[in-house]
């Protein structure tokens, strides 16, 4: 087997953190030192007698900073990792985002567990591998579509969040959540954000989609055109054919069972425009905690509004320890922006949403500063996965993002799809500028959040992420992820190998998306790509890179490129069954009868006839009193 890579270097080079043994006895010595130069003079002795206050003051107030440190994680929808200032773009303005760059370390190969929004979240939250919880579909969905939907995140699943409020802290997630809603009731509420750990809600629980914004399309058309267009022509076709041939003698049909043809076929098409017409209403609301407060979702100001409520949550906890998930809608379609940012932007109204997503990032910080909760506040960005590079509006203008030098984007594992940004800011405790190369994941924070709050790892479950201190601190140069498996829905799709003793990392590919139309840099025809039957490529050997050398994976290599080649897949391959070996069968919450749409379970917050609606939000807004 590979040798491990964590590798320790001398105390004089690392950082250590404040409070730890051998810092205590290097100053012990140190001050033992003085003691016996000074042991003559009362006056002498009084030095002494200060520096051991100054030590132990100094390591107290270090270590009221380092206990029960605060934590904000942002988390962008489909930002690509070339949308940022910090990560080479020069024309998009993220000054806030840069400046939280420049203060803390900036990861270069930020992997996300998932290139799909809901298996990445539930990989982020719990510091698992979605495949472990049921998380990562068999099927072609990959995701929550309904809020009516029996699937979610499986309540036995432990959040960072559960474990910090059990140890005290107030916790809250603030955006979208897109982990499922109830379970058997409309109110049971065993999938929602209050049963995973979280005090308070504030957002949507699936996502936003442009089919909840009037004018903007339907993420459905390329599916009903691709599995229900032919059916419905034929159905067509038949009846007037049949109308032909009965009308001039050829064939008799009884006009009884034309006219049940004719009425199904009418139910069946009168259902898809019910559907069309309800989608918005049925699934796009806002809610606050367990009620529906803005049903369907109204855009206008909204990241005005989830930043609001994430500056008001830190205000009421300025005096405790807290964790704060702030889960942007932007920039997922549908896209929108306020009026002070739209059309200021160089890139239409994508460019608009990035960057009011980074003034909001601006006023979060703003706050820490206002509280002086800097030091004692860990912030972390990142995006779920990569751009949706195939999102293009039906007046032509790109809707998705930009994904850098990296191939592909969201929905496939190749490095457009899951290198993410990845940016953490901890002043005095993370050093402030600088890069780390080797490759982490989003599920790194669940072990790292849970460690520096002193909670103690659940030993029940295997966790696949990595405590990123050590790495932060200088302890370790090395990442800790020799291998990282790379899952399209429930499928392995890739693996990534950094071998301790070299600075090669290898991915292997065993299958690769159809690029439509062949030549492009995604799925445009279905909008995304899908994992399996005729629309992926299988590779036998696989397909395997060097991304250390060749990050855009342009050129696969050979036996002939590459005299290690099968050595190199032979080890992988190795790591693939040491893997598989250590996954149980879960309940897949990704299944047909899991996400399809179940009206028992729906949330309407008036009667279903008045087509589910209110707006509780305004009403909040309006009754506020005046400055």
């Known amino acids: 087997m590979p040798p491990k890579i964590a590798q320790s270097i001398p105390s004089s080079t690392s950082f250590l953190l404040p409070g730890q043994e051998e810092e205590d006895a290097q100053t012990m010595v140190f001050i033992l030192n003085i003691s016996n130069l000074f042991t003559t003079t009362r006056r002498k002795m009084r030095i002494l007698v200060l520096l051991l206050f100054y030590h132990y003051a100094t390591k107290n107030a270090k270590s009221y900073r380092t206990s029960n440190p605060n934590f904000i994680l942002i988390m962008a929808d489909d930002l690509g990792i070339g949308d940022l200032g910090c990560y080479g773009n020069k024309t998009l303005r993220t000054h806030n985002i840069d400046k939280l760059a420049k203060g803390g370390v900036t990861f270069t190969q930020h992997i996300a567990a998932s290139p799909l929004c809901t298996p990445s979240r539930a990989a982020f939250l719990t510091g698992r591998y979605p495949v472990r919880s049921g998380m990562a579909a068999l099927s072609n969905i990959g995701v929550f579509l309904f809020s009516a939907s029996s699937g979610g995140l499986p309540t036995e699943e432990i959040t960072f969040a559960k474990l910090l409020k059990q140890k005290g802290y107030s916790t809250a997630l603030i955006g979208k959540w897109h982990l499922g809603l109830n379970c058997n009731s409309r109110d049971d509420f065993c999938h929602h954000p209050l049963n995973h750990g979280f005090d308070y809600f504030y957002g949507l629980t699936v996502t936003s989609l442009r089919d909840c914004k009037p004018g903007e399309g339907s993420v459905f058309v390329a599916g009903v055109r691709a599995y229900l267009a032919t059916p419905l022509q034929l159905i067509g076709i038949t009846l007037i054919s049949l109308e032909v041939l009965h009308y ?129 506040t860990l912030v972390y960005f990142t995006s779920d996965q990569g751009a949706h590079v195939e999102e293009v509006s039906s007046t032509g203008e790109v809707h998705g993002g930009y994904n850098g030098i990296y191939k592909g984007g969201k929905a496939t594992n190749w490095e457009g799809g899951i290198r993410v940004p990845g940016l953490l800011r901890w002043p005095g405790m993370v050093q402030a500028g600088v890069h780390i190369d080797e490759p982490t994941s989003n599920m790194d924070i669940f072990p790292t959040v849970v460690k520096l709050a002193g909670i103690p790892l659940p030993k029940d479950r295997i966790i696949d992420g ?57 799925c445009y025809n279905s909008h995304v790509c899908y994992c399996y039957g005729r629309l992926v490529t299988h590779h036998n050997p696989p397909l395997l890179f060097d991304i250390s050398r060749d990050p855009g994976e342009k050129n696969p290599l050979t036996p002939e490129t590459e005299h290690h080649f099968y050595e190199i897949l032979d080890i992988i391959q190795q790591a693939v069954n040491n893997h598989t070996k250590s996954l149980h069968i879960v309940s897949n919450q990704l299944s047909w009868g899991n996400i399809l749409w179940k009206p028992w379970l729906q949330l309407c917050c008036s009667s279903i006839f008045l087509s589910c609606y209110c707006d509780h939000e305004s009403e909040e807004k309006l009754s506020l009193p005046t400055a």
């Open 466 to 522: 990595h405590d990123l201190m050590p790495l932060l601190q200088g302890k370790i140069l090395r990442s800790e992820h020799e291998f990282l498996f790379h899952y399209c829905n429930a499928y392995l799709n890739a693996v990534r190998w950094h071998p301790g003793n070299s600075e090669s990392i290898w991915k292997a590919f065993f299958f690769t998306p159809n690029f439509d139309p062949e030549g492009s840099n995604g």
């Open 248 to 376: 001039i003698g050829f064939l008799r049909i009884p006009r009884g069972a034309l006219r049940y043809f004719f009425l199904i076929s009418t139910v069946l098409f009168g259902l898809l425009l019910i559907f069309f017409y309800t989608f918005r209403y049925l699934n796009c609301f806002l809610m606050r905690n367990q009620q529906i407060i803005q049903q369907p979702l109204s855009y206008k100001n909204l990241t005005q509004r989830l930043t609001e409520e994430a500056i008001q949550f830190i205000g009421r906890n300025a005096d405790t320890p807290f964790l704060l998930f702030l889960s942007y809608l932007q920039v997922h379609t549908a896209l929108y922006a306020s009026k002070d940012f739209k059309g200021k932007s160089k890139h239409g109204l994508y460019g608009d949403a990035v960057e009011e997503m980074d003034w909001s990032v601006g006023k979060i910080l703003d706050v820490l500063e206002k509280w002086n909760l800097n030091d004692k």
